[in-house]
T-cell receptor, first 115, second 114 residues
Framework: DQQVKQNSPSLSVQEGRISILNCDYT??????FLWYKKYPAEGPTFLIS?????DKNEDGRFTVFLNKSAKHLSLHIVPSQPGDSAVYFC??????????????FGQGTILTVHP | DAGITQSPRHKVTETGTPVTLRCHQT?????MYWYRQDPGHGLRLIHY???????DKGEVSDGYSVSRSKTEDFLLTLESATSSQTSVYFC?????????????FGSGTQLSVL
């Protein structure tokens, strides 16, 4: 039972354009959402997060949007750069601090940004 | 970068042999985790620890055991490796408070069970 789903295995975008990565979840207990970025042969690195009490969080070129009623979140990268090419994982946790960082991850989306 | 070292980085072993993977941190974080990454599944939690000698099972714990005798070290053991345990294994650490669920990951161990 995949509680966090990233239905697009891959996304290809031209440099300078917007990249939109999508994520859906089924567990209404999730209250904190994160995006991680992963380069080959490296561990995932934290990118941006959002609490369920917000609907938007922005950090530089990266913005995460949360639609709780639709159980959907998205990551926008504007403008996209070739260095953004990586695998992006959506993750979720529930019950605040009592979840002890036990994140549930999506399958990942491979983003390729062409020069 | 968070001070997390995983060893070995690569391991090839045969079915039925025991294997131990090591995670060492220098951040003095209380919480440590073992995840495995497989195509089509993302990362799945195997075991986690919330302190010395305090561990618990994650989503895919069958066939794995862990130990944490010191704050800085978290060991993952495959008692009798199977081909289904071929995967990339990531260790992660966290301060894990009510406002911070962020994990920091090591570089991973590529394990092949033949």
């Amino acid at each position: 039972d995949q509680q966090v789903k990233q239905n697009s295995p891959s996304l290809s975008v031209q440099e300078g354009r917007i990249s939109i990565l999508n994520c859906d979840y089924t567990n209404s207990m999730f209250d904190y959402f994160l995006w991680y970025k992963k380069y080959p042969a490296e561990g995932p690195t934290f990118l941006i997060s959002i609490s369920s009490i917000k609907d938007k969080n922005e950090d530089g070129r990266f913005t995460v949007f949360l639609n709780k009623s639709a159980k959907h979140l998205s990551l926008h990268i504007v403008p996209s750069q070739p260095g953004d090419s990586a695998v992006y994982f959506c993750a979720a946790s529930g019950a605040g601090g009592t979840s002890y960082g036990k994140l549930t991850f999506g399958q990942g989306t491979i983003l390729t940004v062409h020069p | 970068d968070a001070g997390i070292t995983q060893s070995p980085r690569h391991k090839v072993t045969e079915t039925g042999t025991p294997v131990t993977l090591r995670c060492h941190q220098t951040e003095n974080h209380r919480y440590m985790y073992w995840y495995r990454q497989d195509p089509g599944h993302g990362l799945r939690l195997i075991h986690y620890s919330y302190g010395v000698k305090d561990t618990d099972k994650g989503e895919v714990s069958d066939g794995y055991s862990v130990s944490r005798s010191k704050t800085e070290d978290f060991l993952l053991t495959l008692e009798s490796a199977t081909s289904s345990q071929t995967s990339v294994y990531f260790c992660a650490i966290s301060e894990s408070s009510a406002t911070n669920e962020k994990l920091f990951f090591g570089s991973g161990t590529q394990l092949s069970v033949l």
